[in-house]
């Protein structure tokens, strides 16, 4: 079974910082990559962070430069991967997903619940 611990969100004041983790359990995490998704209010979910098991990133152009996508303590079937943010604006407000996604077999994803991240002062 796959489980996702999220944590990190949070409400933060205009060009500050917030840190995600997402701990991603019951998968071969080598073949899968993981990331962030993120759904604003009213808005549809889009991509902010991917990152493959050795390591290639991509980013959304709204956020290059200010966050960081990062994956760490990888065992066979667990591994962590986080989400740095910076000079955060209040276009970041959303709620954050937690994914991962095969990286040979695409149609096989697994999501996490989200967490929810607040700029605004």
């Known amino acids: 079974q796959v489980q996702f611990e999220e944590s990190g969100g949070g409400l933060v004041q205009p060009g500050g910082s917030l840190r995600l983790s997402c701990i991603v359990t019951?998968?071969?995490?080598?073949?899968?990559?993981l990331g962030w998704y993120r759904q604003a209010s009213g808005k549809e979910r889009e991509l902010v962070a991917t990152?493959?098991?050795?390591?290639?990133?991509?980013?959304?152009d709204s956020v290059k430069g200010r966050f960081t996508i990062s994956r760490d303590d990888a065992k066979n079937t667990k591994e962590t991967v986080y989400l740095q943010m910076n000079t955060l604006t209040p276009e970041d407000t959303a709620v954050y997903y937690c994914?991962?996604?095969?990286?040979?077999?695409?149609?096989?994803?697994?999501w996490g619940r989200g967490t929810q991240v607040t700029v605004s002062s």
């Open positions: 994914y991962a996604r095969h990286m040979t077999f695409r149609d096989l994803d697994f």
């Open positions: 019951g998968i071969v995490v080598n073949a899968y990559e």
């Open positions: 990152m493959t098991s050795n390591l290639l990133t991509n980013y959304a």
